[in-house]
Each structure stands twice: as structure tokens, then as C-alpha cells.
């Protein structure tokens, strides 16, 4: 019995541990691998519109909008929507307090926006990419008004202060 109390004790925890990220800081090779997404972006950008340049503001949002709205990259493009996710990630992190860290959790180590120094994480990676791949609707300037409005209300919690 007192076995059988240890294993499930020991398997709470090993899972309680699986479940907690660990954030860790981009490395050289990360913050190039989220330069090229962004490159794809820009790229679509310019040879659709013109547009010079993403400023990782909210003015690239129009731009950003309108290549999900034309459909520039189609649903089983998930590495080309994955990086408009980086790019819309930049919005958001130019906008709210969130910066980019890789984060290890039981899906794997990915690219993620950490909100100050919580384990509350936007995961803006797929946010745009499996919206697209279910059929929904991406509304950029929403999404950005949500999530701004949920880490306003985190932060009116005495724990992510």
C-alpha cells in the first residue's frame, strides 16, 4: 500500500513537472530562424503590395490583414502561416508586455511570446495558422484587442503584478 501510495505520488509529480514550461532566452540561431519567417512575410509583402518593409509595429497590421484576407498563403502552407504568426507576435510584442523565448513544454521547444515574467504565454506561432487551417475567420486587430484586454486583466491580479 505505501508503495502504491509513492507511485502515484511520484507519477503527480512527474506530471505536475511535465507541465510547467521552461522559458529560455533565443539564441543566435533562433532569433535567425524567426528572421527568416519573417523574411517569407516581407517577401509576400512586396511582391503582392509593395510594401517596403514589416516594422514590427502595429502599422504593419494592414499589411499583415490583408495577406490573410487575399488568401496569399494557402491552408496547407503551415510554415508560411506560421510565419505570419511571427510577424503579428512582433506586433504584439511591440504593443504589450511580451517579448520572444523559446519554451519547452510537453509539445516541444517552439518559438513562444512570454508575458513579463509569468508563465502565462501567447503563443502567437500557430495563433494565425490554425485559425486558417480550421476555415475561421483571422481578424488581426481583434485578436490583438483580446489579448491586450486579457494580460490587462492578468495584471489587475495580485499574482502577475
Known amino acids: ?3 502504491l501510495s509513492f507511485v502515484i505520488s511520484f507519477s503527480k509529480q512527474k506530471a505536475a513537472q511535465a507541465a510547467m514550461p521552461k ?12 528572421d ?3 523574411a517569407i512575410v516581407a517577401a509576400a509583402a512586396k511582391q503582392r503590395y509593395g ?3 514589416l516594422r514590427k509595429t502595429v502599422a504593419d497590421l494592414s499589411v499583415l490583414q490583408r495577406l490573410i484576407d487575399d488568401k496569399a498563403f494557402s491552408k496547407s502552407q503551415t510554415y508560411e502561416l506560421q510565419s505570419l504568426g511571427i ?5 504584439l510584442a511591440s504593443e504589450l508586455p511580451l517579448r520572444w523565448v523559446m519554451v ?6 517552439d518559438p513562444t511570446l512570454r508575458f513579463k515574467a509569468t508563465t502565462v504565454q501567447i503563443n502567437a506561432l500557430t495563433m494565425i495558422s490554425k485559425r486558417i487551417e480550421k476555415g475561421e475567420k483571422v481578424n488581426l486587430s481583434e485578436l490583438l484587442r483580446i489579448t491586450r484586454e486579457q494580460l490587462r486583466r492578468l495584471s489587475e491580479t495580485k499574482d502577475y503584478r
Open 1 to 3: 500500500m505505501v508503495l
Open 23 to 34: 522559458f529560455t532566452e533565443l539564441t543566435h540561431e533562433d532569433r535567425t530562424h524567426l
Open 104 to 109: 519547452t513544454d510537453e509539445y516541444g521547444t
Open 51 to 53: 510594401a517596403s518593409t
Open 36 to 38: 527568416q519567417q519573417r
Open 87 to 91: 510577424a503579428f507576435g512582433d506586433v
